[in-house]
């Protein structure tokens, strides 16, 4: 796979960001949490490259990798 991409790439966020919040519509925290960790999962398979996903931890966590 390619190195993380951190520029916007998704087309229509704004979209996609209503879904994700559609999804979580009624949910409770704990359900939400369990969502969230799910897709979490769910997308990290997709990507399948440990460096990516690493990459992917290290931003996440508020620095560049």
């Not at 704990?30 to 960790?37: G, K, R, V, Y």
């Not at 897709?39 to 990798?65: E, F, Q, S």
Request: net charge negative; aromatic share 4%.
């Amino acid at each position: 796979m390619s190195d993380l991409i951190l520029e916007p790439n998704i087309p229509d966020p704004d979209g996609f960001y209503a879904d994700l919040l559609a999804a979580h519509e009624g949910l409770s925290d704990d359900e939400s949490a369990a969502l969230n960790a799910r897709l979490i999962l769910i997308l990290a398979n997709h990507i399948g490259d440990r460096a990516v996903l690493r990459d992917a931890l290290t931003a996440a966590k508020g620095d560049r990798p």
